[in-house]
């Protein structure tokens, strides 16, 4: 017998099994049983949100020979053909590989003809966004005047992709997120019904990984289910999905808060070497912070080991939550980029050790300084710095900076004075994120203090 994945075997065939999306499932049904049902619908919203599912539930429910308060009966002659993708009154077509003016052109010629054995001929087309601009025009025509008999379901998860003319003329349902909550009841129906023994805990972990997408949540708890016929414990969640032990979360924000970026440095690549994937360790880390937080408030808001939450309140005398609370958003910031990034580990650890900076950024502490002792920073600033980028192991760095000069300014800023035209190749490398905190490192580590630097003559 071949393997069924999970989340096919558990697609939901009646509107009551789509989770978490009830503020559509209960319109449609209402218009079927008023028996008032649109020609043109769009179902937009995050991947594996139910807009397949829901699609194929409305064409078997409007085709239906005995319909039951608005759901499928999924047993007469009509259902039992569409779940087995043999009714030809249901057209299942996917727009990303069928994008072209051709195969909309034979839906038009399609659609005159009355249904075979329903009662509506009903199109899915998914991907819609994929269509090619003839391919939407082509649709428009039809939409504009759709046969009585025709039902147009599109689907798409960019639907700010589609022609207003298009939007213009669908019903359109948005498919949200699907909460934490929703996701652990699914799976947990599913693992009494498929006979997998979880532990609760772990159940949420998946759901927390899942980002809202159910299929994605259904096929972590398959590939954990496949591992062993043992119980899938939290510990093994943890271990299968990389989230990092308390450790690993006390440590970074002990080094995070106390602006420490040189370890903060090693600790994210010890993170990486590990094997652990910044973009989950990283929401982990936020969620740890918020838990921090939350113990300045009431220690029992939190679920810790008593070891654990002896630490955390070490951790809240050198901190107060107002720097915690800044870190959070900081790291969020980073959080939001990195979803978005083709490189999430450089983003990471560049952010992270921004971090250290941003944070302590103190004027009066650097006017201070300047006055004091301006004049004996600035007689070997330059070799210091110079010598420690090479030291750091900054040898192509130290090459481009030979010839210009570090000097504290009375701003209070360390000016790096270029004595000549920049080579364009150079200066592309000055400009990057990573150079600015390598220098800045460099002069914080020759001076002993945090101070803002700043580029003369560049050109
Ligand atoms: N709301 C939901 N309730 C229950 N199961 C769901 C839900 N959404 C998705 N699933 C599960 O995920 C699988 C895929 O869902 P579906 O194909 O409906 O998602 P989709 O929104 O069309 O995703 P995509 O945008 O990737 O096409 C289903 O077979 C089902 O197992
Ligand atoms: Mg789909
Ligand atoms: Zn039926």
Redesign the pocket.
């Known amino acids: 017998m071949s393997y069924i994945a999970l ?2 075997k ?3 065939q009646k509107f009551a ?5 009830e503020h559509i499932t209960k319109i449609l049904k209402n218009q079927i049983k008023a028996q008032k049902v649109g020609h043109a619908y769009l179902f937009s ?10 699609a194929k539930i409305l064409a078997r429910a409007v085709n239906c020979l005995n319909p039951i308060d608005g759901e499928p009966c999924n047993e007469c002659e009509i259902c039992k053909e569409a779940l087995s993708g043999n009714l030809v009154d249901i057209v299942e077509m996917d727009a990303a590989s069928n994008n072209g003016v051709d195969n909309i052109r034979d839906i038009r010629e399609e659609v005159e003809f009355i249904p075979t054995s329903g009662k509506f001929r009903v199109y899915i087309i ?2 819609v966004h994929m269509l090619s601009t003839g391919a939407f025009n082509a649709l428009l025509k039809t939409l504009e005047e759709p046969p009585a008999h025709v039902i147009f379901i599109l ?1 798409t ?1 960019e639907p700010q992709k589609l022609p207003e003319t298009i939007l213009s003329r669908c019903l359109r349902f948005d ?1 949200g997120r ?1 909460s934490i909550d929703n996701i652990v009841k ?1 799976l947990r129906f599913i693992c009494e019904d498929a006979n997998i023994q979880i532990e609760d805990g772990a159940l949420r972990i998946i759901a927390r990984m899942a980002d809202g997408a ?2 994605d949540a ?1 096929s972590i708890l398959d590939r954990c289910s496949q591992e062993s016929d043992e119980i899938i414990t939290e510990e093994r969640i943890r271990e299968l999905s990389g989230i990092p032990k308390f450790e690993l979360l006390y440590e970074m924000a002990t080094l995070l808060l106390k602006k420490d970026e040189k370890n903060v440095l090693q600790y994210c690549n010890k993170i990486l070497a590990d094997g652990k994937d910044p973009k989950v360790y990283l929401p982990e880390l936020i969620k740890f912070l918020r838990d921090v937080a939350l113990v300045s408030i009431d220690e029992n808001l939190v679920s810790y080991s008593e070891d654990e939450k002896k630490a955390i309140k070490e951790l809240l005398n050198e901190s107060n939550r107002r720097t915690i609370l800044q870190l959070i958003t900081s790291l969020s910031d980073i959080e939001n980029k990195m979803r978005w990034a083709s490189d999430p580990t450089i983003l990471f650890e560049t952010g992270l050790i921004k971090l250290c900076f941003d944070m302590t950024e103190t004027p009066a502490a650097t006017s201070e300084l300047v006055t004091k002792n301006a004049k004996e920073i600035n007689s070997n600033l330059t070799n210091k710095v110079l010598t420690i980028l090479k030291e750091n192991g900054k040898i192509r760095l130290h090459a481009d900076l030979i010839s210009a000069k570090f000097e504290l300014q009375e701003d209070g800023i360390v000016h790096i004075i270029f004595s000549g035209p920049i080579q364009m190749v150079s200066k592309e490398n000055f400009q990057k994120d990573e150079t600015k905190i390598a220098i800045k490192s460099a002069v914080k580590q020759a001076i002993g203090k945090e101070v803002s630097v700043k580029y003369d003559n560049f050109k």
């Open positions: 989340y096919r558990y697609r939901p099994d789509v989770v978490g999306q919203g995050g991947r594996g949100s139910g807009k397949t599912s829901t998914d991907e689907a998860t498919f699907i699914r159910m299929r259904i």
